[in-house]
């Protein structure tokens, strides 16, 4: 099977938000998404100024990948807010497609930094494509 990777756009939105939901109403998240909220919060992303996104495609949507860039200091740098991958297409290199061309892009857009943020469960697979745990910390306060 072809796999193509296409600019994330607002054609793909309702189908990212449907795969959003599929995805974290179940284990491991078990969270309480509607097609509403997930769609508010890919648009939010998508809206922010230096947006980046990419949706992977075969015979149907596969994954999708979008964050931000924004000037630091002397360079460019990038936020990962979401990289999801279909349940059932999960560990057959998919994500790890959607991370590099996205790294391609960013390279030549000279952004010189990668961040994101990684569940537990998550970081198996970051730590397989090259990245690495630093010293920040996140954290919350409910309110």
Not at 2 to 14: K, M, P, V, Y
Request: proline share 2%.
């Amino acid at each position: 099977m072809g796999e193509e990777i296409r600019t994330f756009t607002l054609d793909h939105l309702d189908e990212c938000a449907s795969l959003w939901v599929s995805m974290f109403n179940i284990e491991p998240w078990n969270e309480h998404w509607s097609l509403e909220t997930a769609r508010n919060r890919l648009s939010e992303t998508m809206n922010t100024p230096g947006f980046v996104g990419f949706a992977l495609f075969g015979n149907e949507l596969l994954g999708f990948a979008m964050g931000y860039c924004e000037q630091w200091d002397a360079e460019r740098i990038f936020y990962l807010k979401d990289l999801v991958v279909k349940t059932d297409r999960q560990r057959l290199g998919f994500g790890t497609k959607l991370i590099r061309h996205l790294e391609r892009t960013l390279t030549e857009m000279n952004v010189k930094v990668f961040y994101l943020l990684a569940e537990p469960t998550a970081g198996g697979f970051y730590a397989k494509n090259g990245y690495r745990a630093e010293g920040l910390r996140y954290m919350r306060h409910r309110l």
